[in-house]
Nanobody
Framework: QLQLVASGGGLVQAGGSLRLSCAASGRAFSNYAMGWFRQAPGKEREFVAG????????SSTDSAKGRFTISRDNAKNAVYLQMNSLKPEDTAVYYCIAGTYIAGSFYSNGGDWGQGTQVTVSS
């Protein structure tokens, strides 16, 4: 089981950028697909982007396409989410999670979501 710590959130103006990081500890990080989810106040947690274990395949929601880029560095046991052109509706707590990548889609393994990192975008 991986232990995951997300960081890099903060307060940014609309149109700005942030790069989220997720540090993993535990065995065999490179065996896991990884995903980013977010949860806004009063809303359910939603998928943002996923990446296969090798990093060769990625997927994202329509709202993230063209603005957010997921990447990973298996040598550093880390996954990243580069977020550009941020909008107020991107305000949420962002979580990283391990999972499985099947047929172009990411599926969470249902592990511990951790504390997440807060992203706040002001208008």
């Amino acid at each position: 089981q991986l232990q995951l710590v997300a960081s890099g959130g903060g307060l940014v103006q609309a149109g700005g950028s942030l790069r989220l990081s997720c540090a993993a500890s535990g065995r065999a990080f490179s065996n896991y697909a990884m995903g980013w989810f977010r949860q806004a106040p009063g809303k359910e947690r939603e998928f943002v982007a996923g990446i296969s274990s090798s990093g060769g395949s990625t997927s994202s929601t329509d709202s993230a396409k063209g603005r957010f880029t997921i990447s990973r560095d298996n040598a550093k046991n880390a996954v990243y989410l580069q977020m550009n052109s941020l909008k107020p509706e991107d305000t949420a707590v962002y979580y990283c999670i391990a999972g499985t990548y099947i047929a172009g889609s990411f599926y969470s393994n249902g592990g511990d979501w951790g504390q997440g990192t807060q992203v706040t975008v002001s208008s």
